[in-house]
C-alpha cells in the first residue's frame, strides 16, 4: 500500500473517530498498518465494546451504488441485508445512526421509565 493511501486511510478512520466522540461515545483507533484487525472501538456508556472497520471509496465506486440503489427512493433510514443462514447486517445513514445513538444516551441519562 503507497503511503497517499495509507494517508487516506488513516484520515478517514480519524474524523469517524472524532464523529463519534462527537456523539458522545468512546471510540478510538486502534489499526496499525500490515496488521489484520478491526480499525477503531467504541465503548458503550453502559462499558461494552464494539469494534469498527472504517472503508472508503470515491463517489460512485463500488460498493456505495449498489447499496444506494437497495435504499430506494426516497432513501430508507436503515437498509438490513439478509443473507441465508446469517444474521441480518445492518446498513444505517449517518442521520439515522445519530438519531439511535441519541435516543440511547437519553435512555442511560434518565434511568429506568416507570410503566
Do not use: C, H
Not at 500500500?1 to 484520515?11: C, P, S, Y
Not at 478491526?38 to 469498527?52: A, E, N, R, V, W
Amino acid at each position: 500500500m503507497a503511503k497517499a493511501q495509507r494517508e487516506k486511510g488513516l484520515r478517514r478512520e480519524r474524523q469517524i473517530v472524532s464523529r463519534l466522540n462527537d456523539l458522545g461515545l468512546n471510540a478510538e483507533r486502534i489499526s496499525q498498518p500490515y496488521k489484520p484487525g478491526p480499525d477503531l472501538t467504541i465503548t458503550m456508556p453502559t462499558g461494552k465494546t464494539f469494534s469498527g472497520e472504517v472503508k472508503g471509496r470515491a463517489q460512485g465506486a463500488s460498493p456505495f451504488p449498489t447499496l444506494k440503489r437497495m435504499l430506494g427512493t426516497p432513501p430508507a433510514d436503515t437498509l438490513f441485508l439478509v443473507e441465508d443462514q446469517y444474521d441480518p447486517l445492518v446498513v444505517l445513514r449517518w442521520e439515522a445512526f445519530k438519531t439511535l445513538i441519541a435516543e440511547v444516551l437519553n435512555d442511560k441519562r434518565l434511568g429506568p421509565t416507570s410503566p
